[in-house]
């Protein structure tokens, strides 16, 4: 049984060469870059392809996005008890197979002319479905696979490899659609969850996962006992609240930013991709930090400072004007603000959160707060074309970005703020 607080600081030195001697430690990373480096393509992909070639309209492209976001409010705290009943690993294998077969026929529908916005509708769903399964099965995965010392280190490694995936897909993504077209880059999109399917495959290590009873409790029943565990806990509820805030806040955000920088700043497709991945050097320098600043500053210190400082980068966005170079920089110089913090923010409420979970609980606790968080992103979508259609780009990226704000205030009222330079145990 870990003591009530695990001392991070005193043994990093010698957890990061048994975390990187782990075959199946190195297996999920690798597959988990993969991953992550074709869902950030998708991501990119299928919005630009809807206002670069299609010309969907403001409404039209926040339907897309809330349609693919859509899954992490209806699946999420099904797919967290579901996950904590069986071997992570036959999870993230199955998605990944899924995601390949899906993004494989999109790039086949559109090369032979089918790729219309109905279609599209019904591959970002998809994707989005299969996603959150992934999602929360890959966290579960990594309490499983590593002791509870090494979850700061091993966290700092996935959110790396999520880093290396916002620099190469956006990138990638935005330059295969505006420089070939949009079925070769739902094509690499499909290559790199076959690539993760293929390492994820070869983890060999056998999951601890709960005993199965032989009357199971009913799937209601579970998911209450998560959604009870996450409101009891002072932290977790306040993760809730505040990524519940921020989440809406910026998928508003991003649907007016995705219309903002080719249609008032006037940006090309690669200009735009080139913009969105520089969030990625941010964010590997994020997961480097994120190693080392908590266990020096504390936890609580570093979560408010950095989501204030990140959220409110985009805050300057909205004064930019024109494509000039300086524009450029200056998107170039809010995105990697952007990445660092947020990184800083994501690995450290992650190694929070999974270490006041017990092991049994940790599926249901990350679908809990997926689904309150991530949850409200389709509304903000939503709410994101609304306002552009209504308000104007300018305006209503001003405002959306302004509310992204609400999350650091959340965080530095609650005792969340307050913790120490050592994790939390469990309950």
């Not at 600081?9 to 060469?17: F, Q, T």
């Not at 036959?90 to 219309?116: C, E, K, P």
């Not at 170079?325 to 660092?340: D, R």
């Amino acid at each position: 049984m870990p003591s009530a607080f695990s001392d991070v600081s005193g043994s990093s030195r010698s957890v990061a060469p048994r975390l990187w001697r782990d075959r199946d430690f190195r297996r999920l990373w690798v597959g988990q870059t993969a991953s992550q480096l074709g869902e950030h393509t998708a991501l990119v992909v299928l919005p630009l392809f809807a206002v670069l070639t299609l010309n969907a309209g403001a409404g039209e492209l926040g339907v897309l996005r809330a349609v693919g976001q859509a899954p992490l409010l209806l699946l999420s705290l099904f797919v967290g008890a579901w996950v904590d009943r069986w071997r992570t690993r036959t999870v993230m294998v199955l998605t990944d197979a899924g995601r390949t077969l899906i993004l494989g026929a999109a790039a086949a529908a559109g090369l032979l002319g089918w790729l219309g916005l109905p279609v599209l509708l019904l591959v970002a769903f998809a994707v989005g479905a299969l996603s959150v399964f992934f999602d929360v099965a890959y966290q579960a995965s990594l309490v499983r696979l590593v002791k509870r010392d090494q979850l700061l280190r091993g966290n700092s490694a996935l959110e790396g490899s999520r880093s290396a995936a916002q620099i190469g897909g956006p990138a990638l993504g935005g330059a295969l659609v505006s420089l070939l077209s949009a079925p070769i880059a739902a094509a690499s999109s499909a290559v790199f969850f076959a690539l993760s399917f293929l390492s994820i495959r070869r983890i060999r290590r056998t999951e601890s996962i709960p005993e199965r009873s032989e009357r199971p409790p009913r799937l209601w029943r579970r998911i209450h006992e998560g959604l009870r565990f996450v409101v009891g806990d002072t932290s977790l509820r306040t993760v809730c609240l505040a990524s519940a805030a921020f989440q809406f806040s910026f998928a508003a955000m991003m649907t007016v930013y995705l219309l903002f920088l080719p249609r008032e700043l006037h940006l090309s497709g690669t200009t735009v991709g080139l913009a969105l991945a520089a969030t990625g050097p941010g964010a590997l320098l994020g997961s480097v930090l994120a190693a080392r600043l908590p266990s020096r500053f504390g936890y609580g210190t570093v979560l408010v400072a950095a989501a204030a400082l990140g959220d409110g980068a985009f805050l300057c966005v909205p004064a930019l004007h024109g494509s000039s170079a300086v524009t450029v920089s200056a998107l170039l110089a809010i995105n990697f603000v952007f990445g660092t913090a947020g990184q800083l923010v994501n690995v450290t409420v992650m190694a929070v959160r999974q270490a006041v979970t017990p092991d049994r609980m940790q599926g249901r606790a990350a679908a809990t707060i997926t689904f309150v968080g991530m949850g409200m992103a389709p509304l903000g979508s939503l709410l994101g074309g609304f306002l552009a259609m209504e308000w104007g780009l300018r305006t209503s990226l001003l405002v959306t970005a302004a509310g992204m704000m609400l999350s650091p205030v959340l965080m530095a009222l609650s005792p969340l703020a307050r913790l120490g330079r050592a994790l939390p145990g469990p309950l």
